[in-house]
Nanobody, 126 residues
Framework: QVRLEESGGRSVQPGDSLRLSCATS????????VGWFRQVPGKDRDFVAA?????????YYADSVKGRFTISRDNSANIVYLQMNNVKPEDAAIYYC??????????????????WGQGTQVTVSS
């Protein structure tokens, strides 16, 4: 079973940058489409970005983060990154990563993801 661990969350100011990491010891990590989601209290977990299995060029983004966030994967290190630039107050949330177990067309749907990490908190305040 793939176990994922998120890290990199911290308190930042609007306009700042930070990079989240989603790491695993699972050597077959590259075989999975991996997604980042975020959640604020009382709301559903929302799709942020995903990177297709076996690829570092097929990428998907929520409209709210396009042009600001970049997802990438380092298969040699079994890590998927989420580079967050020009962070906005509305980006504040707990960020989770998980692996997609459905067809690639379900990249945006949390119900097709498994093996969620424990999350990493991003706080945005001026």
């Amino acid at each position: 079973q793939v176990r994922l661990e998120e890290s990199g969350g911290r308190s930042v100011q609007p306009g700042d940058s930070l990079r989240l990491s989603c790491a695993t010891s699972e050597r077959t990590y590259y075989r999975y489409t991996v997604g980042w989601f975020r959640q604020v209290p009382g709301k559903d977990r929302d799709f942020v970005a995903a990177v297709k299995r076996d690829s570092n060029s097929v990428l998907y983004y929520a409209d709210s983060v396009k042009g600001r966030f970049t997802i990438s994967r380092d298969n040699s290190a079994n890590i998927v990154y989420l580079q967050m630039n020009n962070v906005k107050p509305e980006d504040a949330a707990i960020y989770y990563c998980a692996v997609n177990t459905g067809p690639v067309s379900t990249y945006y749907d949390a119900q097709y993801y498994r093996n969620w990490g424990q999350g990493t908190q991003v706080t945005v305040s001026s």
